[in-house]
């Protein structure tokens, strides 16, 4: 069965450094990947999508790649700053109903000032 | 424009009791996904609806069941509550399916079952 894999442990970094955050699938080939934001609380916010024909994708501080023959996607946080601590979500869809995201347990980032 | 909406915030039910959650999607859009995120993982797909119809089901048991409204609107039904149904329900509204769109995702509902 499909199965999505994120960093359980806590990513601890100080502040202005990069953060780097791994999402491993394995079982199927997505036709494309998102990331979500979550704070405790509240649900999830997107933030990027990235197409399995796209090798990596920007936005500000963001960037994120997608490696179909590693079947592993990184979401950088560059000049990273204690607002961006909170949980990070990798969401490929299911192979089998593109609308279903199958969500990553997610990894928490914590930005040290 | 007026986002994701979900009611209540947080509800607590006992063991065997019935509990209807609502979502009120973000305006302009025609599907509607239903999750469930237990404390420290990620959201669990339930179902999906598109225009009225379920399209799509997660592995959850039947006692499990939602409508979706002429509106838009959705709610998410659940019989014969287990402790383990104890969660955080999150609703999320997009513009079609299958097409990569993001998902706009509301507060969510905290379901205590004692």
């Known amino acids: 069965s499909q199965k999505i894999e994120q960093n359980s442990e806590a990513l601890n970094i100080q502040e202005g450094k990069t953060a780097t955050l791994t999402c491993n699938y394995t079982?199927?080939?997505?036709?494309?990947l998102q990331w979500y934001r979550q704070d405790p609380g509240r649900g999830p916010v997107f933030l990027l999508l990235i197409r399995e024909n796209e090798k990596e994708k920007r936005k500000e501080r963001l960037k994120v790649t997608f490696d179909t023959t590693l079947k592993q996607s990184l979401f950088h946080i560059t000049a990273s700053q204690p607002a961006d601590s909170a949980t990070y979500l990798c969401?490929?869809?299911?192979?089998?109903?593109?609308?279903?995201?199958?969500f990553g347990q997610g990894t928490t980032l914590q930005v040290k000032p | 424009e007026t986002g994701v909406t979900q009611s209540p915030t947080h509800l607590i039910k006992t063991r065997g009791q019935q509990v209807t959650l609502r979502c009120s999607s973000q305006?302009?859009?025609?599907?509607v996904s239903w999750y469930q995120q237990a404390l420290g993982q990620g959201p669990q797909f339930i179902f999906q609806?598109?225009?009225?119809?379920?399209?799509g089901r997660g592995n959850f048991p039947p006692r499990f069941s939602g409508l979706q409204f002429p509106n838009y609107s959705s709610e998410l039904n659940v019989n014969a509550l287990e402790l383990d149904d104890s969660a955080l329900y999150l609703c999320a509204s997009s513009f079609s399916y299958g097409r990569g769109g993001e998902q706009f995702f509301g507060p969510g509902t905290r379901l205590t079952v004692l």
């Open positions: 305006s302009g859009h025609n599907t």
């Open positions: 609806y598109y225009r009225e119809e379920e399209n």
């Open positions: 969401a490929p869809p299911s192979s089998s109903n593109t609308g279903k995201l199958i």
């Open positions: 079982n199927y080939s997505p036709a494309y």
